[in-house]
């Protein structure tokens, strides 16, 4: 038996389709943020807090996977919120495609392509941490212990806000339908590679910020959430550009009256 494209069993399956993505998208974002907030399994919320500044941990390889993890998790969880209208309009072309018989491909590959590029600046991210611990400028709360360093970090973030890549970037992600006309591929390699692309110019707009987690600290879930919702805010919002632009303006004060600070008043570590 064959169904007409107008037919009430193909609409009901289409909403079903839209239903099983908004679902999918609020349920790995919802774990992510969970595991996120419960602290990645590392468990230092019970230890005195002397107790964890002298622990120094040991970079393993399953420490390394670890951190890995953390990060992959915590980028999953802050980013892929503000990619939601992306992925829903992906969707949508998707199940256009599919009632005029063409062949369906899975909203994932698109979701699994973003995935894989934050999971690249993922693994940047654990060599960085990597290197500051090494060099002892990093606690084992996951936060710098530098003033000139954190100084530095949210002047560099102020900076590359005001930049021209990063207003190109943000313009891709904020702009899903131009995004899918210039982009589009067919098949389940160009969801894929969509995915990439869409995830890339994410990276192109947030890695900075999301650099900031080495100040504010990597296991801070309230830097962690206001770094989140600054993004969301960033993406969606109608005046996004313009609050992009006066928060570069912010974090660059911000961080030379770090700097003005560490020259007046001899400091050893942000407290």
Not at 29 to 40: D, E, I, N, P, Q
Not at 213 to 220: A, D, E, P, S
Request: net charge positive; proline share 5%; with cysteine.
């Amino acid at each position: 038996m064959t169904v007409s494209l107008e037919s009430p069993a193909l609409e009901a399956v289409l909403k079903r389709d839209r239903v099983v993505v908004i679902a999918g998208l609020i349920a790995v974002s919802t774990v992510s943020w969970f595991y996120t907030l419960a602290g990645a399994g590392l468990e230092m919320d019970a230890m005195p807090g002397d107790m964890v500044m002298a622990m120094r941990p040991q970079w393993t390889l399953g420490y390394a996977a670890l951190m890995l993890a953390m990060w992959w998790v915590m980028m999953v969880a802050m980013m892929l919120p503000s990619a939601a209208p992306m992925v829903l309009l992906f969707a949508a072309i998707i199940r256009k495609g599919r009632s005029r018989g063409e062949v369906h491909v899975s909203t994932g590959k698109f979701v699994a392509g973003y995935v894989v590029v934050w999971g690249g600046f993922s693994l940047g991210a654990v060599m960085v941490q990597w290197g500051l611990e090494n060099l002892g400028l990093f606690t084992p709360m996951m936060a710098t212990t530098s003033v000139a360093l954190g100084g530095l970090l949210l002047i560099s973030a102020g900076i590359y806000q005001l930049t021209p890549l990063k207003d190109a970037c943000l313009r891709h992600c904020r702009s899903p339908v131009e995004f899918m006309a210039v982009h589009w591929r067919p098949g389940g390699a160009g969801a894929f590679a969509m995915g990439l692309t869409h995830g890339v110019f994410c990276l192109g707009c947030c890695w900075v910020l999301m650099g900031l987690l080495f100040y504010g600290g990597v296991m801070n879930p309230w830097w962690i959430a206001g770094l989140a919702i600054y993004v969301l805010i960033e993406k969606l919002a109608p005046a996004g550009p313009r609050i992009g632009r006066f928060t570069g303006a912010l974090l660059i004060l911000w961080g030379l009256w770090l700097l003005w600070l560490l020259m007046v008043v001899p400091v050893a570590t942000i407290g």
